[in-house]
């Protein structure tokens, strides 16, 4: 089965997950409009792949040339058919330290970034009555972890966010996909300083993410044996919760 789609816009290209997914689609004959805030690196990724890949730069917080930048994407590629949204801040963090700022940091890229652009784009998609909205979230949203307070709480509110619109974007004829990883090798995960089980490359990631490009399900998540462990953690009664992750934990995080 193919894609639904001929044009993507992907927010966050420049690196990891979106630069891999943005160089599957690119080699598969999709148009890429390349979005994040390092021109330099969207340029690379445009020089690798001329024919189908052009750097669009922005800066997701800023929510007047995101609007500019939606218009003229869409007008380009004549009705964009999809947007992956998958921009992010991670930064770890002690887990008695409690900084506004830092949330303040991790907030605005990680949600209402994606909330810019789901406002800039959804809107002439719910016109079309046509395309595809693809929110990356994470496995670290799906209950409370060690040392992921913020990060954690924009992923859980990604998630929240996507289950929420899907009722509205089903009505309207697009589909709303949510995308929650494991471990993914790239910038982000390599400031980490504790082990992480089942992790895969970004290239993996992007071959899961663009299988799940092929269906209207609504979560793509990977890789599985990991992923329904943390599901079968969230069901866990309160008590048992904290003392499994806790004991596991320990040390570690």
Known sequence: MSYDFTSIWIIGASTGIGRAVAEKLASQGVKVAASARSEDKLKELEAAFPDHIKAWPVDVTDTAALNVMAADIDTAYDGLGCMMYCAAA?????????????????????????VNALAAIGAKMEQRRAGRLAIVSSVAGYSGLPNA?????????????????????????????????GFVKTQLTDKNEFPMPFIISAQKAAEYICEGFKSRGFEITFPKRFTFMLKFLRVLPYPLYFWLVGKTTQGKA
């Open 90 to 114: 991670w930064e770890p963090t002690n887990a008695q330290d409690v900084d506004p700022e830092r949330f303040a940091r991790n907030i605005a890229v990680n949600v209402m970034g994606a």
């Open 149 to 181: 307070a913020e990060y954690g709480t924009t992923k859980a509110a990604l998630t929240h966010m996507c289950e929420s619109l899907k009722f509205k974007y089903d009505q309207a004829g697009v589909v709303m996909q949510v995308i929650t990883p």
